[in-house]
């Protein structure tokens, strides 16, 4: 099958994670994989990786993905391309795509993918009936979890066969197996003796770090914070960790591709977000062999069930209390670990790509099918 997928940008996003991990994994099936981005931004030298790995990449060279400009640039790259499957992530490309392909003589299957559980549109109750037009250019719509799922049925008030969940998949063993630094690699000011409990992702108000942040303030001192990710909120955070005295106990690592090492390095770890479409964080925590904690929200309760430790969300409080049982029992975090590692086997990359594949080769066949029937 001819593959495209089409993204409006990559950077260091849980999206943009699965397009690295899935897209090789299509090619490596004999598959032509390519992917179209609404922008040359290469945050990080991730479509340079992805060509690397034999995925073609291609951008529409405005870099504005918010213009609808963009779709007269898509609907002429899905003329000339003869693809069975077009497959689209994330607003406002899935705006642009559906009315490319309205305007397309000869249309490919169209497949979107649901990423999370809200999204400011959903708080304007007019964009009830624009979503409702938009989804219906989709043959399929995937969404990442059950959850995600439901609130979008809710949403578009529609219950259909095309809509289906398929679980985000992680390379398990790459986390699993990956090898630990010496915690003083990370920060010379490090010890066997330190504890450390690391949270990951941008730094925007869904993620909320400011909760694990201010847990910090009642753990014991030699407890330390490691924070991965960029974002618009980080001077905020940063200012936080001043007026909460923690300066030397909280840190900004930024932007980090040996995510995995570092998983295997920390003792904890943690997810406080506010909402998610699917932790992928937390899932690939828990490949780690590490307790993970999230907060008791949609997206992260599904993921980490019989696994992790739920805490309400924006609780600072009871996040520390789980943090310091954590810490001081053995016995308690041996079972969590376990429980945790346990869990991950559920989000194996290769479970993933094999449902995408079963999704696409039934909309092409239907297309083949119906191509030969009308003739």
């Not at 925007?204 to 847990?215: F, G, L, S, W, Y």
């Not at 062999?289 to 599904?302: A, I, M, T």
């Not at 310091?324 to 975090?333: E, R, T």
Request: charged share 25%; proline share 3%.
């Amino acid at each position: 099958m001819r593959i495209l997928f089409i993204k409006d940008r990559i950077g260091p996003g849980g999206a943009s994670k699965l397009l690295r991990e899935l897209l090789p994994r299509f090619k490596q099936q004999g598959h032509y994989v390519e992917v179209l981005f609404l922008t040359t931004i290469d945050e990080k030298g991730f479509m340079a990786e992805l060509g690397n790995l034999g995925v073609v990449v291609n951008h529409i060279n405005s870099n504005k993905p918010y213009s609808p400009l963009n779709i007269f640039s898509i609907k002429n790259h899905l003329k000339h391309g003869h693809y069975h499957i077009v497959h689209c992530h994330l607003f406002p490309t899935s705006y642009w795509v559906s009315f490319a392909v309205k305007l397309l003589r000869k249309k490919p299957k169209v497949v979107f993918t649901e990423h999370s559980t809200h999204n400011k549109r959903r708080d304007l109750w007019y964009f009830k009936y624009i979503d409702k037009f938009i989804y219906k250019s989709f043959d399929s719509i995937i969404s990442i979890s059950q959850k995600t799922q439901d609130i979008l049925l809710k949403w578009l008030n529609e219950d259909s066969d095309r809509f289906t969940v398929v679980e985000n998949g992680i390379n398990i063993n790459k986390f699993k197996n990956s090898i630990p630094y010496n915690k003083s690699e990370i920060n010379q000011t490090f010890n066997d003796t330190t504890k450390l409990i690391c949270m990951a992702g941008r730094f925007k108000a869904p993620k909320d770090q400011r909760t694990v942040i201010e847990a910090m303030s009642d753990l014991p001192t030699n407890s330390h914070l490691i924070l991965l990710g960029e974002g618009p909120l980080r001077t905020e955070y940063e200012d936080l960790v001043k007026n909460l005295s923690l300066e030397g106990r909280v840190h900004f690592l930024g932007f980090r591709n040996d995510i995995e090492r570092i998983f295997k390095t920390v003792d904890i770890i943690v997810l406080s977000s506010y909402w998610e479409g699917f932790g992928l964080v937390a899932a690939e925590g828990m490949a780690s062999g590490k307790p993970v904690v999230v907060s008791n929200v949609d997206g992260l309760r599904e993921v980490v069930q019989n696994g992790g430790v739920l805490v309400e969300k924006g609780n600072s409080t009871e996040l520390s209390d789980v943090l310091k049982v954590l810490i001081s029992n053995k016995q308690y975090y041996s079972v969590i670990s376990k429980k945790c590692l346990q869990r991950s086997k559920r989000y194996d990359i290769e479970v993933m790509v094999a449902k995408y594949l079963e999704i696409y080769s039934n909309l092409n066949a239907f297309q083949e099918s119906f191509m030969w029937t009308s003739r």
